[in-house]
């Protein structure tokens, strides 16, 4: 049995003490750093600190001081995000105070007729004060397609177009979302394929490793004014024969070959400024026996060659179960290998014990914290993954925070802070977001 946890509020007073001691001491020192100048031995810094440098602190103090305030279980239970059924936003609210996931992902059955309703049920799932819970959606376009009134072109239109389609088109898609309460969208298909029988074939942004290069950074620069950006899926299914949602499909290519192939679009989706990256459940025996999203090497690739600095989402971990080989039968026994390979969330399109092999979303979550306590897993572990996940929450409430006192739900702020003049950062740092 799960142990309880207190209503989701209610804990945050003693985080939101901490916090709040750690922006203080920050904006001291620099206000103290303007009124006095600089003490110290070496070169003096610039006299006056810029309003973007003053949120940054403020920003990276809030960030570390949650992090430094949460219990081991609210940290594991961060690195999770679960679909939770139906289109009551009190239903979404409980799960969340309930279960403390760092986001939901939004399926077709949750959407309702017109972006005010999908909004309704988002904003249930806000209940922190200065972070944003995730919610996430599939939404690509073409065959893979949540909201009902999104009839922009898909992947395999825009893979005959000019690269400057997919940015225009991927634009529009973000303000839908971001108009609907999404915050992180699922939806730049990074895979590449000339191989029509391909089961991504009709979803990929182009048949030729630049091709869909080019598109993949145009869209991941379309969408990011309103949404954070994922690529899926790593290391790229262009190679594999099987659908990774009822297998573990397996490619023959080595490393040398990945990096000249499948790995173009990615390293040009993360030099374009995506935020996430989603690991996919297929394998490369010439670089590890292991499914991309439990391996240690992929993840290693991933950051130290492509210099990915997000978050590292898996694809659904139900598919793996769903493969029906063994060793993949036992959802906590996955979670673990998730976590332990370099995953930052875990996801489950499904919260339903029945579908998680008699788990619950808090005893998969339990089950996470008894491993860490037990030393299988290290806390090391669990904190780096937690403050990538608490840097998103921030920098997506950050840029909430932007367009509504600048232009309303909806507009397009590449980096909101960064494009704002410093009297609109001003108005930012003055704003209740801050304690």
Not at 305 to 327: I, K, N, R
Not at 348 to 368: C, F, H, K, M, R
Request: overall charge negative; some cysteine; charged content about 20%.
């Amino acid at each position: 049995m799960p142990t309880p946890v207190p209503n989701r509020a209610n804990r945050l007073l003693p985080s939101l003490l901490v916090v709040g001691v750690a922006v203080m001491a920050t904006v001291g020192l620099i206000a103290l750093s303007l009124a006095q100048g600089w003490a110290g031995s070496g070169p003096a810094p610039s006299p006056s600190i810029s309003p973007l440098t003053r949120a940054d602190e403020i920003d990276q103090a809030l960030v570390q001081g949650q992090l430094d305030s949460m219990s081991l279980r609210d940290k594991v239970a961060l690195l999770t995000m679960w679909n939770v059924p139906g289109q009551s936003a009190s239903d979404v609210t409980a799960f969340v105070e309930r279960v403390h996931p760092g986001g939901l992902i939004l399926m077709g059955s949750n959407v309702g007729s017109d972006p005010e309703t999908v909004r309704a049920l988002t904003a249930g799932a806000q209940t922190l004060p200065r972070f944003s819970t995730l919610v996430a959606m599939d939404e690509e376009g073409g065959d893979v397609v949540r909201l009902p009134w999104d009839d922009l072109p898909g992947a395999h239109q825009l893979s005959r177009e000019d690269p400057s389609s997919a940015r225009d088109v991927f634009a529009q898609r973000g303000a839908l979302l971001a108009e609907a309460g999404v915050t992180v969208n699922f939806g730049v298909v990074a895979d590449v394929t000339d191989n029509p029988s391909s089961f991504i074939a009709s979803r990929i942004l182009g048949v030729t490793p630049q091709a869909a290069a080019d598109r993949v950074s145009e869209a991941v620069r379309g969408e990011n004014p309103y949404v954070a950006s994922t690529l899926k899926h790593f290391p790229g299914h262009g190679s594999v024969s099987g659908d990774s949602h009822s297998s573990v499909p397996v490619s023959d290519k080595n490393l040398e070959k990945w990096r000249l192939t499948d790995g173009q679009p990615f390293s040009s989706g993360i030099a374009a400024g995506a935020q996430l990256v989603m690991m996919a459940h297929i394998s490369f025996p010439a670089v590890d026996s292991q499914p991309a999203s439990l391996s240690l090497e992929w993840h290693r690739i991933l950051r130290s060659e492509l210099g990915f600095t997000g978050v590292a989402v898996t694809d659904d971990l139900l598919m793996l179960q769903h493969s029906g080989l063994p060793e993949y039968a036992d959802p906590l026994a996955v979670a673990r290998a998730a976590v332990m390979a370099g995953n930052d969330l875990l996801l489950y399109v499904s919260s339903n014990p029945n579908q998680l092999a008699g788990y619950t979303p808090e005893s998969i979550i339990d089950g996470l914290v008894s491993d860490v306590a037990r030393g299988e897993i290290s806390a090391k572990r669990i904190d780096e993954s937690a403050l990538r996940v608490l840097t998103l929450m921030r920098d997506i409430k950050r840029s909430q925070y932007a367009r509504t006192t600048e232009c309303g739900r909806v507009c397009p702020l590449l980096n909101p802070v960064t494009e704002l003049s410093d009297a609109s950062v001003e108005r930012y740092l003055a704003a209740r977001v801050y304690p």
